[in-house]
């Protein structure tokens, strides 16, 4: 069956079709002023994904147009991100590698006419542009004379004025409907040491005038970019049709949204920064490097970008399908264990004191060649809590007094007895076992309706569980009521930590991805693990909790 082409796979086959282009160059320009979140993984997808579709190639391009927040330590975390999704860029860039050039085409448009230096303040021009209604006023400078202009943006360049006292702006129409067209700046004064061009430059290109420029060196020929920036394309287009330079083309897609996430960099800063989280690869943050600590693979995160696909409108997509994408991906692929998490001991009164017999076990039922691991089984084991109930209602199938279960991969038990202490908790369940059901003996076939997991007290390990939940407890983030403030909605049970018992076998895993706990969930070993204190923190259950 022939898949759906999204808009821009049509609109790039006919570019193709057409020979409006001869090839596909895409480009991801993330500002380095943070780590990238989910988002920027749908945009990543995207660009690098429809350039492969289509025997292209995808540039790298920073922009750090902006002095003042950008810094090194997010351009370092950028390409590992990048490279982590399973992409690789054709050429780095950055957007003030072609400072040098953007300052000759500015003075290109002085000379035209088309260009202007204005004094007025910020707030001045902020306050003539008018608005939807009313025609902006035009500056006092606007008449200036190109030799004049040419001489001031020199000197503005050379450093002789202070920030904030002049810009270049563009001269196209202060009555313009589109408010865009209203003389845009061009350039701002900064007097700020740029993290690559340290102190060379004292003015520094706005994003409409540089984005198109830059997409237009590389001869970019579909700059895809997110729908708030529609109302900048005829902007976009007219630098580039005054400078009679290479044709990029702007093409807008719906923003990610997911529910209980926040997508921006901004505020994600303000958590890392304020202490609500333990830094930007918290798993529980958004970003790449949370979720790829909490257990996210690459695979399901690209399938999930696949799923989401490219809408022409803004729209929220649920949490609880990036974690099916997960699921999907990680039962697959990754190994089982048994970890008991809330541990009750349970003996078995029938076994031979010190005896000990290996039980033959699926590395992953889902994948036969994947193999089998053993475990050890014993007189003392533990189970969970909540596999026991002393008065369970009717359907409830796992262990209670006189009833049977399975022990899973090993034999069926029948409970005798519960011993409780002076507070009346039980502390230890009295079974027998049954020793014909061995798996693959003959008794084996009996069935009993329950199956539940264990460990064995002998060898069992001591894990340290990191638990998470969403971060936030408003499924719309991007919509939360006028006046509230996000962190109002952090949900103070995101995180919940607790000590398991878990099989051996767990500690020696190599297989580099998270790992099942049978019937519980996938839990991916954190950095922070040491020999002595393992720590596993759960990516998902094994079912949507939403
Ligand atoms: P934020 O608002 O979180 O700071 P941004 O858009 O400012 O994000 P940039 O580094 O400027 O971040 O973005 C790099 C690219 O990623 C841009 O092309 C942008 O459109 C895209 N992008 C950012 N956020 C999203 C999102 N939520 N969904 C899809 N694409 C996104
Ligand atoms: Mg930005």
Known sequence: MDEVKNFLEEKIESD????????????FPPEPNGYLHLGHAKSICLNFGLAQQYGGATNLRFDDTNPVKEDTEYVD?????????????????????????????????IKKGLAYVDDQSQEEIRLNRGTVQQPGTPSPWRDRSVEENLDLFRRMREGEFPDGSKVLRAKIDMASPNMMFRDPLMYRIIHADHHRTGSKWCIYPMYDYAHGQCDSIEHITHSICTLEFDVHRPLYDWFIEKLGIFPSHQYEFARLNVTYTLMSKRKLLELVKGGYVSGWDDPRMPTICGIRR????????????????????????????????LREDLNKRSNRYMVVTDPVKLVITNWEDGKEELCTAPKNQECPEAGTRTVKFGKELYIEREDFMENPPKKFFRLQPGGEVRLKYSYIIKCEEVVKDAEGNIVEIRCTYDPTTKPGSEGAWRKVKGTIHWVNANDCRKV??????????????????????YKEFLNPDSLVEKDAFAEPNLLNDDSGIAVQFERNGYYAQDPDSTAEKPIYNKATGLKSSY
Not at 16 to 27: A, F
Not at 77 to 101: C, H, M, R, T, V
Not at 303 to 325: H, P, Q, Y
Not at 464 to 485: A, C, K, Q, S, V
């Open 16 to 27: 193709l079709k057409e020979g409006h282009c001869t090839s596909v160059m895409t480009r």
């Open 77 to 109: 975390s950028i390409k590992n991100d990048i490279k982590w999704l399973g992409f690789q860029w054709k050429d780095e860039f950055y957007a003030s590698d072609y400072f040098e050039q953007l300052y000759q085409w500015a003075v290109e448009l």
């Open 294 to 325: 909490r257990g996210y693979t690459p695979e399901a995160v690209r399938a999930f970008a696949t799923k989401v696909g490219v809408a022409k409108r803004d729209n929220l997509i649920d949490l609880s399908l990036m974690e099916w994408c």
């Open 464 to 485: 340290h569980l990191r638990i998470y939940d969403r971060l936030f407890l408003e499924p719309d983030m991007g919509n939360i009521p006028e006046g509230r403030d």
